[in-house]
């Protein structure tokens, strides 16, 4: 399985788990899907869910992604974000609570932040803190979907100007300069043969 990981943020890629519109293919399937992407996200290690622990989450996950998906293109669209959307992360930020640890290694003293929480708790807690960040820090107007009609994606803009349009040059944005190079030539050709 292929996840789609352009979103700049971890909340965005998981609303990248649905990626047609019409169709709506969902990457979220089944259980091993979850597990799939919550390890290919970096967020659990492999086999951290095993078995039944997993067994609602395809369904739970997506209602999460989808409230999570509204609310924040609400934000987006608004500049602030919906009550709804607080009290959705606030719920899930609960349920994995992190602590602070410091560590020692070659002399070195290190505090870091690590989530406490049973595996599903971590993944919705990972994807929490993500958009907490996303809507404490960030800017509304950079979270944007795909300029391509047909693309689902969304991604958050990281670039220095801002005016990134595409969820990806390989595939959506690599398209459409393509099919503006030979619009531009077929037109050019149009011309060129006429005055003939």
């Not at 965005?12 to 788990?17: A, G, K, P, S, Y």
């Amino acid at each position: 399985m292929r996840f789609f990981f352009l979103g700049e943020r971890l909340a965005v890629d998981l609303l990248n788990t649905v990626v047609v519109q019409d169709g709506r293919v969902h990457l979220l399937q089944g259980p091993m899907d979850v597990a799939a992407w919550a390890e290919a996200a970096g967020v659990l290690p492999h086999g951290a869910l095993r078995g039944s622990a997993a067994g609602q989450e395809p369904e739970r996950l997506r209602g999460f992604r989808e409230t999570l998906r509204r609310g924040l293109v609400a934000w987006a669209a608004g500049g602030t974000p919906p009550p709804g959307l607080i009290a959705l992360l606030n719920r899930h930020l609960a349920r994995d609570p992190e602590v602070s640890e410091v560590t020692a290694s070659r002399g070195k003293v290190v505090t870091r932040r690590r989530p406490a929480g049973a595996p599903l708790e971590r993944l919705y807690g990972a994807v929490a803190r993500s958009a907490a960040e996303l809507v404490a820090g960030g800017d509304p107007r950079r979270l944007r979907k795909c300029a391509n009609p047909s693309c689902r994606l969304m991604f958050y803009d990281v670039s220095k100007a801002g005016r990134r349009r595409w969820c990806s040059m390989r595939t959506c944005g690599g398209q459409a300069k393509s099919r503006a190079f030979y619009r531009r030539r077929r037109n050019g050709a149009r011309r060129g043969g006429g005055s003939r």
